[in-house]
């Protein structure tokens, strides 16, 4: 057996092994332990680039794990055992029990934090969604530690990769509708020289150049990175659009956020809510179904435009 086979082999039944040993660990350290060996398993995963579902189940793995060590840590300061932050000291010359830091446990106060972000927004069930959405839809998505992190952070899954491409393009028939709407593009904020062959945008920023830092003005059309980057970008769009800067513009964001507070403002704009998923472009030429839903946002007066180009797609509703 080659040595790429038996580490195929080998890493699923690691996993499998850490998932039932979680159940059964009942102290910080010993939870520690585990989240060392599944940041390990992990890292080989990506660095002997074996298949994407073992890479992404090595880093559901290691949140499993990260998840248990935050709750043994809560349950062992919920007893006094631990000592909690900000908590004082107690005089074993008095008497009085001493909890034991976080050190002396043999865990770092980073893991408990990544660990009870994780398990409070859920941020493990909701990649493990997207997962099985993609798996329905025979694509395989690309799962990291970061990922996960991102999506605790932000609420939202964003884009899951597949590749090491980081690029993913708007398709050309969605660039159609958006230039019926605003004619010539004057702006776009987040793009590459690459997806601007299929935009046509005047002039776009790419991530080098910093578009958050730079003035805005015209007709914009912008496609945000997904994750927690949607909500300075959107933010950017508002400001520039109220100041007048800014003419017109469509944002194509996550119908996964309306909740969220940086998507309010969106609410007075026109929305075309997608059926179904985007089929993304990317640099490899390869398409790929995005994990949430999307939604297009027109800022601007031609609402009966929009809602003629876009409608096609999707529903779309207005503030009445």
Not at 90 to 109: F, H, I, M, R
Not at 196 to 214: C, P
Request: glycine share 8%.
């Amino acid at each position: 057996m080659s040595t790429s086979l038996a580490k195929i082999e080998a890493v699923p039944a690691l996993i499998a092994q850490g998932r039932a040993d979680l159940a059964y660990i009942i102290t910080p350290a010993e939870a520690h332990t585990e989240t060392r060996r599944a940041a390990a398993i992990a890292d080989l995963s990506k660095r002997a680039k074996l298949p994407v579902p073992i890479q992404s189940e090595a880093a559901l793995y290691r949140a499993e794990a990260l998840q248990r060590l935050a709750a043994l840590v809560d349950e062992g300061q919920a007893r006094g055992e631990i000592a909690g932050k900000g908590q004082p000291k107690k005089s074993l010359e008095s008497g009085d029990y001493s909890p034991q830091t976080l050190d002396a446990v043999g865990t770092t106060s980073q893991a408990v934090a990544e660990g009870r972000l994780i398990a409070k927004t859920g941020a493990v069930e909701k990649v493990r969604a997207a997962l099985d959405g993609a798996a329905a839809a025979e694509e395989e998505l690309l799962v990291t530690h970061e990922t996960i992190l991102r999506t605790a952070r932000s609420g939202e899954v964003g884009s899951l990769k597949t590749s090491d491409s980081q690029e993913w393009y708007t398709p050309a028939v969605y660039l159609d509708a958006v230039r019926k709407v605003l004619g010539d593009i004057d702006l776009d904020p987040a793009s590459c020289a690459q997806a601007n062959r299929t935009i046509g945008a005047a002039r776009f920023f790419t991530e080098e150049q910093d578009g958050l830092s730079k003035r805005w003005a015209g007709r914009v059309f912008m496609n945000p990175p997904y994750g927690g980057a949607q909500a300075p970008f959107v933010a950017k769009l508002i400001e520039e659009y109220e100041a007048g800067n800014v003419t017109e513009a469509i944002a194509l964001v996550s119908a996964y956020s309306t909740d969220t507070q940086w998507f309010k403002p969106l609410w007075d704009g026109t929305l075309c809510f997608l059926e179904g998923r985007i089929k993304w472009d990317n640099p490899t030429g390869k398409a790929s179904s995005a994990t949430i839903g999307s939604v297009f946002v027109y800022l601007g007066t031609k609402q009966r435009t929009f809602v003629k180009a876009f409608e096609q797609f999707g529903p779309v509703v207005a503030r009445v």
